[in-house]
Nanobody, 128 residues
Framework: QVQLVESGGGSVQAGGSLTLSCTAS??????????MGWFRQAPGKEREGVAA???????RYADSVKGRFTIAKDNAKSTVYLQMNSLKPEDTAVYYC????????????????????WGQGTQVNVSS
């Protein structure tokens, strides 16, 4: 069982930046192998994949955030980050961290965690 705890959400004006963090309760040697990802869910909308990073460091992004968001992973801290720049009002959502030992970044963004590993979510509000 892996527990995920997000932090770093908040309110920012359009064009601003925020960095989200997600720390996993997995041992470092297993955490290294995990594909980690971020999803978001805006009011009245389905949860959508935003970014993912594989155990090999490969990354994938949703088209809507390419060039603005960056995902990175610190294996020593069992933590994944989502650096969000040039934020837009449409980025407003609850952001969730997820993890999977078997799925690639592409499949994680499509299907989420096969073991149901999700954080509790952190709210991001972007005002115009």
């Amino acid at each position: 069982q892996v527990q995920l705890v997000e932090s770093g959400g908040g309110s920012v004006q359009a064009g601003g930046s925020l960095t989200l963090s997600c720390t996993a309760s997995a041992y470092t040697y297993t955490y290294t192998a995990y594909t980690m990802g971020w999803f978001r869910q805006a009011p009245g909308k389905e949860r959508e994949g935003v970014a993912a990073i594989g155990g090999d460091g490969s990354t994938r992004y949703a088209d809507s955030v390419k060039g603005r968001f960056t995902i990175a992973k610190d294996n020593a801290k069992s933590t994944v980050y989502l650096q969000m720049n040039s934020l837009k009002p449409e980025d407003t959502a609850v952001y969730y961290c997820t993890a999977d030992l078997l799925r690639s970044g592409r499949n994680l963004l499509l299907y989420g965690s096969s073991r149901g590993y999700w954080g509790q979510g952190t709210q991001v509000n972007v005002s115009s």
